[in-house]
Structures are given as C-alpha cells and as structure tokens.
C-alpha cells in the first residue's frame, strides 16, 4: 500500500521506459497478459496477447503486398530489357534504312503489343521511294509536334486527328485511341518515332518516359549510320 501514491504519480513516459528497458517484465507477470484489456474499433476489448497477434497479422501481411509489389516490378523490368534487347537486334540486323523500319514496326507489333508504329525523318525526302518517310524541316506537318520536339520529351494520351494523319495516315487515324509521340533529337538527325493503340488506356498522360527515351535513343543512333551509307 505504501508504494500506490508512487505508483499513482508515474506517468505514461515512465511506463514506456520501464517497459523498454525491461522487456522481460510480462514473462515474469505472465497472468498480466490476459488481464490488461485494450479498446478495439469494434467496441470490445481485447487482451494484450490478442492486440499483439493484430498487430503481427498487419505487419505481415503488409510485408507480403510489398514483396508482391516488388516481384511486379522485377517481372515488368524483366520484360522491359526484353523488348528493348529484341528492339537491338532488330535495328543491328538492318542494312538499309527500309529494312530498319521494317523491322522496327515487326519487333514494336509483336514485343511491345502496339497497333500503330510511323517514323518521321525531319529532312528534305532523299527519293521519292521513301517520300513518306520525310517531312521537310519547314513543312506545315510539323505544327501539331511543336510541343514534343521544343521539349525533347515524349508526349503520351490520345494524339490530335491532326498528329494522327501526319503519322498514320488517313484512313486509321480515328482508330489511334491513345499514342506515345517520341522525339528524335540529335546532332545529325531529327525526327518522330510514333507508336499508336486501339486502347485508350495504351498510353496515358504521365506515364513513365526512360523506356521510351531509351528507344528513340536506340533508333536514332541506328538511323543516322544508315542515313550515311551510300
């Protein structure tokens, strides 16, 4: 009875330390455990052992949408190096810049699961053969891309039907439900790489761009050794 006043004044922070620095207290109290009651949501109480299993529940399976989480992100990595590996040998395996965009619309189809793929050389046209390939660098055509080649940032969501018909011509480009239009920025060439779905959640505002900076990356460097063959 003497120590209640003392016991009366400690006050939470005291507790707290205590427990801390003896965490071996309720194995030596063990029948505290039961009888120490703590408020659930619900409206019950419950025992300090039940609030610990809780508590152990939640953290675990916290612990398991995490690991999840990264095992989702480990696969699409994995896919991601993939493609751009399958992107690689594609453009190496072109000798000419026909053979390359062929190639590119194949590998664009089949591995990255798009609908529409258009290249856009910024360049007086070489030969008529590939006229469509080029767009003259003061050509009228180039107005619906100011905002993707002054930033030098992809640009992502459904395209203009004026982006649409430069890029995919007329008669699918009601069909390009969504598109990421990425510049090609470099010393010795400009121009768009275009990649288009009938899904309008395909490509949407704010996605990520490093894969689709890398790719352009990839095609531009092919291009312009390609541009330089006789």
């Not at 989480?69 to 993939?82: K, M, Y």
């Not at 062929?102 to 590939?130: G, H, K, Q, W």
């Amino acid at each position: 009875m003497a120590d209640e006043p003392y016991l009366s004044e400690l006050s939470e922070i005291q507790v707290e330390r205590y427990l801390q620095r003896h965490p071996e207290f309720f194995n030596e109290h063990l029948n505290l455990l039961e009888q120490i009651q703590i408020p659930h949501p619900s409206g019950n109480a419950i025992s300090l052992i039940s609030k610990q299993l809780e508590i152990f529940r939640s953290r675990h399976h916290e612990m398991e949408s995490q690991l999840t989480e990264l095992i989702d992100i480990a696969r699409d990595n994995d896919t991601s190096i993939l493609r751009m590996h399958k992107l690689s040998l594609a453009l190496l395996d072109a000798s000419t810049l026909t053979a390359a965009i062929r190639n590119l619309d194949i590998v664009l189809s089949e591995y990255f699961l798009t609908d529409f793929v258009a290249v856009r050389i910024i360049r007086e046209e070489p030969c008529p053969e590939m006229a469509e390939i080029f767009i003259a660098p003061h050509s009228e055509q180039l107005q619906p891309f100011i905002k993707e080649l002054s930033t030098h940032q992809p640009g992502c969501g459904r395209p203009t039907l004026a982006q649409a018909r430069v890029l995919f011509g007329d008669a699918v480009a009601a069909d390009v439900k969504s598109c990421a239009i990425i510049p090609m920025i470099f010393t010795e060439l400009e121009g768009i790489l275009a990649i288009g779905s009938r899904e309008a959640d395909r490509f949407v505002e704010g996605m990520g761009h490093m894969f689709l900076t890398q790719m352009s990356e990839l095609v531009g460097t092919r291009f312009i050794a390609l541009l330089k063959q006789p």
